[in-house]
């Protein structure tokens, strides 16, 4: 600490030249004058003591240039008029923004990165967006594969604590080198790195500014940088917006925990002496009531509860720590017989599993399943980081052409032929629901086609097979693609969509 005790002058040469070469010293020109109290204080000394809170670590932490519009007093003011909201939100991040502060300032990045969660998600680790986009960081399933955030029937780490901080800071400190402005990192990560380029690319050839504040880009990455210097500034002075912000220590919540069995989730929390939903809150990213250790070695636990777990699960002696284990589907085959299979009931199968009604289960799919009492061998690692769960439905759709008789029928006479609703015959064909078709007239029909569980065992298949023919008068069908259940939709996807918007 002596080295703050005096400020040096880079203009003056050092003491190891003016002895080692012999030059005069240099005298100021001029009577010689008091240091007045102003001068003295020109130089401000960094402060040791410790951060009160966790809240001030941040504050201290503060380093992106402010971003000053209108649109910030607009978010200031939605966000100061909604304290219960605050509360909530602010009193959801305790758990998680200890961790985040703490790899913020490993990496020497600014710490008003550790409020970009209250913009994306309210700090929710189960939120999920309209496009998909889940946890706290709100990552896209593509974006997250990327980042190497496993998404299988067991866990999605979009939503783990460590896993998608870690990738999310990653995400951001390449986006930052990519644009060297935090502005436009923030932008690109909202909308997406490529949409920033372009908009930038497009300012740069009609000769204009390519700060944030000078792209076009749309709405909600408009007000992306807002929110959060919103956010920035009402915890900077929380007071001047009448806002109570909760206190939350400057300690971790939580611990590591090493897991080297397969658990079961109530065990763990009987264990440490906790809540099931405490547990979840600390690891958001488990879909099932079983822990694979060979795919999640460790656990989140509050701190004071980590020892007594470890206490308690050295001394459990009652049986098998997992009643859950997982079984790979021979072959495509329907939910009854799945739960026939493994002793289940077909309601509980669904339940644990997630299935939706009027699906088969494809071959090669993970279950979870109970565990037998005299198994003993954990879940594999390729299976508890790569398992996954498949569906085909039952009945699909086949597009068919049949002919109108020859007298001629009504769009309801049809449909009544077929078992399906005038509406869709008459849209199908681009004709009212009232309309007649002429004799012997080509009519579209998208009819039901029963699949044969072995054609659907074909994972590579691009067709899946008729079962059985559409109804006995029903006419041949065309070589067009069958339209199946479950076809993808065309949908128009934004690269970023973030859950919780205000």
């Excluded at 007045?36 to 240039?65: C, Y």
């Excluded at 944030?212 to 959060?228: F, H, I, N, W």
């Excluded at 897991?259 to 109530?266: A, H, L």
């Excluded at 009492?373 to 498949?390: E, K």
């Amino acid at each position: 600490m002596a080295g703050c005790a005096t400020t040096a002058n880079p203009e003056a040469p050092s003491a190891t030249a003016a002895q080692g070469e012999g030059h005069s010293p240099l005298y100021p020109a001029g009577p010689l004058r008091p240091i007045t109290p102003g001068t003295a204080s020109s130089h401000t000394v960094a402060g040791i003591d410790a951060p009160a809170d966790l809240w001030d670590r941040i504050r201290r932490g503060f380093a992106m240039p402010d971003f000053d519009s209108e649109l910030v007093r607009d978010r200031e003011q939605w966000y100061a008029s909604r304290p219960d909201y605050m509360q909530r939100m602010t009193e959801r991040s305790r758990k998680y923004l200890f961790h985040i502060v703490e790899e913020l300032e490993r990496r020497n990045m600014p710490t008003e990165l550790a409020l970009l969660p209250y913009i994306e998600s309210a700090f929710n680790p189960q939120a999920v967006s309209s496009a998909k986009a889940a946890g706290m960081w709100q990552f896209m399933p593509a974006t997250g594969t990327y980042f190497d955030l496993k998404q299988n029937a067991f866990r999605d780490d979009r939503r783990d604590v460590l896993a998608s901080t870690r990738a999310a800071l990653d995400y951001l400190q390449k986006l930052y080198g990519m644009f060297g402005d935090w502005h436009l990192a923030l932008a690109a990560y909202n909308w997406g790195e490529g949409s920033v380029s372009r908009a930038i690319a497009r300012n740069e050839k009609q000769g204009l500014p390519t700060g944030y504040a000078d792209l076009s880009m749309p709405g909600e990455t408009r007000m992306y940088v807002p929110k959060l210097q919103a956010v920035k500034n009402i915890v900077a002075d929380p007071e001047r917006f009448g806002v109570e912000l909760p206190l939350i220590l400057n300690h971790p919540y939580f611990q590591s925990v090493e897991i080297t069995r397969d658990i079961d989730v109530s065990l763990v929390a009987s264990l440490a002496g906790i809540r099931e939903e405490d547990f979840r809150a600390l690891n958001p990213s488990l879909h099932r009531p079983v822990i694979l250790a060979a795919g999640m070695p460790r656990i989140l636990l509050p701190w004071d509860n980590a020892q007594v777990f470890r206490r308690n699960l050295e001394a459990y002696s009652e049986g098998q720590y997992a009643s859950w284990t997982v079984w790979t589907v021979p072959s495509t085959m329907s939910v009854a017989a799945a739960a026939q299979r493994t002793g289940m009931s077909e309601a509980d199968l669904r339940q644990v599993n997630g299935i939706p009604p009027r699906m088969m289960i494809k071959a090669g799919s993970a279950l979870m399943v109970p565990r037998a009492a005299t198994t003993r061998q954990d879940v594999s690692s390729h299976l508890a980081d790569n398992g996954q769960i498949a569906f085909a439905p039952e009945i699909v759709t086949r597009r068919t052409t049949v002919r109108a008789a020859k007298r001629g029928e009504t769009v309801a006479a049809i449909a009544r032929r077929y078992q399906v609703s005038a509406a869709d015959v008459a849209d199908w064909n681009d004709v009212k629901p009232s309309g007649r078709f002429k004799p012997g007239e080509a009519v579209t029909m998208y009819l039901p086609v029963r699949l044969a569980p072995t054609s659907l065992a074909r994972t590579n298949a691009k067709q899946p097979v008729a079962r059985a023919a559409a109804p006995a008068r029903a006419a041949k069908a065309t070589r067009t693609p069958a339209r199946s259940a479950s076809a993808p939709t065309r949908t128009s996807a934004k690269t970023r969509v973030s859950a919780r918007r205000p």
